[in-house]
């Protein structure tokens, strides 16, 4: 049930709200949450218990992320929502890149985010200000009401990612997709795989196959591992042969 309302207004990029609820995803408790055009929940906090990571997908990213580079050092977070992925890796250099500004100063207000790590602007214009080989992954986590914006699925996109990754660096994609039929799930894996030797997808599965589903992409030079009870849920996903995605 949604109590009191902390923040409602329009900006340049999104319908954004702050609101505490009782109940979410069928979990009662006291929660709060920063939401976007409509339903989009792009992310929550558990008010007592605020460490816990509510959400599938940050754990899952989590879990590859400490699975394929346990020491790394740095990464780039293009979409800074309430910032769990980068709170979490508090002792990590982070840096993110995040388009609306007032996104920044919610998760600061209302959800405890403390660091000095997050940049305004254009994820893709940022990236491509930073030195080559400077990061161990690149993080997309950015969406519009139209989805994942095509300039950050696209063939030159991925190879800006991977000439600022060093050595065995990785990027992963957080997306949402129909699974083993969604044709834009098939183009981005299949374009991912034109400059990366190894990808992987997951899905976190839901009722229906027509229902929108977490879909998590990641390409690497190296063979990618995980352990499956540690992804939350997610399961290996096969997308088929799709188109390239251009610019």
Excluded: C
Excluded at 160 to 178: F, P, T, Y
Excluded at 185 to 195: K, P, R, S, W
């Amino acid at each position: 049930m949604k109590g009191r309302i902390w923040f409602e207004a329009k900006t340049a990029h999104h319908e954004i709200a702050v609101y505490d609820t009782t109940e979410l995803d069928g979990e009662k408790g006291r929660f709060r949450v920063l939401q976007f055009s409509g339903d989009a929940t792009q992310g929550a906090l558990d008010l007592e218990r605020p460490e816990r990571i509510l959400f599938e997908y940050p754990r899952a990213i989590i879990h590859l992320m400490e699975s394929n580079q346990a020491a790394f050092e740095k990464a780039f977070l293009i979409g800074h929502g309430i910032g769990t992925i980068a709170r979490y890796f508090e002792h990590k250099a982070f840096k993110v890149a995040e388009l609306d500004e007032a996104v920044v100063e919610l998760s600061r207000m209302y959800f405890g985010y403390n660091q000095d790590n997050v940049v305004i602007g254009d994820g893709r214009a940022l990236l491509e200000g930073e030195a080559d080989h400077a990061y161990d992954y690149v993080i997309v986590d950015a969406f519009t009401r139209q989805g994942t914006p095509k300039q950050l699925v696209s063939l030159a996109f991925f190879r800006l990612i991977r000439s600022k990754l060093g050595e065995g660096g990785a990027v992963l994609l957080n997306l949402m997709g129909r699974g083993e039929r969604d044709r834009l799930i098939h183009a981005i894996q299949t374009t991912l795989g034109e400059v990366f030797a190894y990808t992987k997808a997951f899905i976190l599965p839901a009722d229906g196959s027509a229902d929108l589903q977490n879909i998590i992409l990641m390409g690497s030079d190296r063979l990618v591992s995980f352990q499956a009870r540690h992804m939350a849920g997610f399961v290996e996903l096969e997308p088929g042969q799709g188109y390239i995605i251009r610019d």
